[in-house]
């Protein structure tokens, strides 16, 4: 019986959760949220993250009702990520390791959504659908490692999404895309959007800069075309939101049925921030019904960053034998899925 | 640019703790992460019983003042874990400093 107990904070969410033997024990996190308009910036995320971490840390062993010494292991995320956020989770996980004399476990942010995905949802060996504000990738399991068949040539899916949704002054509360996806409920007319699929690859920053001068001709005056005028007397933001979704999503559906006629899979799991989307959900589910295949998908509770993650995907790795040096467990911000040799797979 | 100084500007930071073993968890805990490469700044820790000893070498004041705030910013975040969870098997210490909170916008869920 392993009990283990995760941090994450490589982005704007610092979570901390409890997971023993796949129960889910505990589970809490908290949001940095910045005004409308804005990001959120390295530093001032961390600042955040250094004034809640203990309390998570205090509210996931209630919650839990353990006592550190029922811990197995401490888990933290070691990348990919933002490095002043990610110091903050590994240098509490440090010092709880030591003060519980507890062994340390650095995980793969991107192997803890996949094995979170799989734990909740059952999926045995999906083509997974990894979306996030940060990644966009398409993997599939082969051979001790999950292998990226596309992703992202310049930002991520929900990074697009978190900065149209600045450009239209949408809060960030309780997330951008969340936002974006309640007013793309609204809208019906479909404005033309750049499709960028190249190969098994995706690509968003043309299409963000697109849309950007659609919904405010006044900040981009270097356009000669006038068809801006003839397309789109006025714009309406819903519009602009549910076109928006619809094409970046159709894309991301496109790889990703690509990727399952390639691996012969019939199972699709969305994992991520983005995974949450509806929409998305919905567009992946109709992709899957017409090859005969079998859609997965969590709440956000699981979906979007979570300490538990790390926690479960710590455990696994723990139970198969691996270890850490302490000495090791520095961060780093590039850290690719494709680099963790999964241990704990046999298939 | 006129130069100042040509030799290395230096710090040393003593940093005593209650016992040598809680300085020992302090100098390991913050041995493991490197200067950045760019920052051109030496950084070494060592430990004298329950002091723990931090020598910083820089080439420039700015680098030297950086490198020394980010690792403020990591010791007391190693001292303030150590605070609250320092004496583990006691049942359960005071509800974390809720007051540090000011400023900072979050919202929580708990799943």
């Known amino acids: 019986m392993v009990c283990s107990l995760g941090i994450e904070g490589s982005a704007n969410k610092i979570g901390v959760g409890i997971i023993r033997d796949g129960e889910v024990l505990a589970n809490v996190r908290r949001t940095y949220i910045t005004p409308p308009g804005e990001g959120f910036l390295p530093n001032a995320t961390a600042k955040h993250h250094r004034e809640v971490i203990l309390t998570l840390v205090q509210e996931s062993l209630k919650e839990a009702k353990i006592k550190p010494a029922d811990l197995d292991v401490v888990c933290y995320t070691k990348g990919p990520g933002m490095a002043p956020p990610l110091l903050v989770g590994a240098i509490v996980a440090r010092t709880l390791a030591l003060l519980w004399e507890k062994p340390l476990m650095g995980v793969n942010h991107c192997i803890g959504h996949i094995e979170m995905g799989r734990h909740i949802t059952g999926a045995q060996n999906p083509i997974i659908l990894y979306v996030s504000g940060g990644n966009t990738q398409v993997i599939a399991y082969s051979n001790k490692k999950y292998r990226i068949f596309g992703e992202t040539i310049d930002i991520a899916v929900g990074n697009c999404l978190d900065r149209f949704a600045r450009i239209l002054k949408l809060p960030n509360d309780p997330s951008p895309g969340y936002n974006i996806e309640q007013m793309a409920k609204n809208g019906s007319k479909y404005i033309k959007l750049p499709y960028v699929v190249k190969g098994m690859d995706v690509s968003f920053s043309g299409i963000l800069s697109h849309i950007e001068e659609l919904a405010d001709p006044t900040k981009n005056p270097n356009k000669r075309k006038k068809t801006q005028e003839a397309e789109s007397p006025e714009t309406k933001p819903a519009d602009l939101c549910f076109s928006l979704q619809e094409t970046i999503f159709a894309m991301l559906v496109e790889i990703t049925e690509r990727a399952m006629a390639h691996c012969g899979s019939n199972e699709v799991l969305i994992v991520g921030g983005v995974g949450c989307n509806e929409r998305l959900q919905k567009m992946m589910e109709i992709m899957c019904e017409e090859r005969g295949g079998k859609l997965f998908a969590t709440d956000e509770r699981y979906c979007i960053d979570n300490g538990l993650m790390i926690a479960h995907a710590g455990a696994e790795m723990f139970k198969s034998g691996t270890r850490m040096p302490f000495e090791e467990s520095f961060v780093t911000q590039r850290y690719r899925t494709d680099e963790v040799l999964v241990t704990w797979r046999d298939d | ?111």
């Open chain 2, 1 to 111: 640019m006129p130069q100042i100084s040509a030799k290395p500007y230096e710090s040393t930071l003593r940093l005593p703790f209650d016992t040598q073993g809680l300085a020992e968890i302090a100098y390991r805990v913050l041995s493991v992460d490197k200067e950045p490469r760019r920052n051109f700044v030496q950084k070494t820790l060592s430990l004298e019983l329950d002091v723990l000893v931090v020598h910083f070498y820089a080439d420039q004041v700015k680098n030297l003042r950086t490198a020394i705030s980010s690792f403020f910013e990591a010791l007391l975040l190693c001292q303030d874990t150590i605070k609250q969870f320092g004496n583990a098997v006691a049942v359960e210490p005071a509800e974390a400093q809720e007051e540090n909170n000011a400023g900072a916008q979050s919202s929580t869920d708990s799943a």
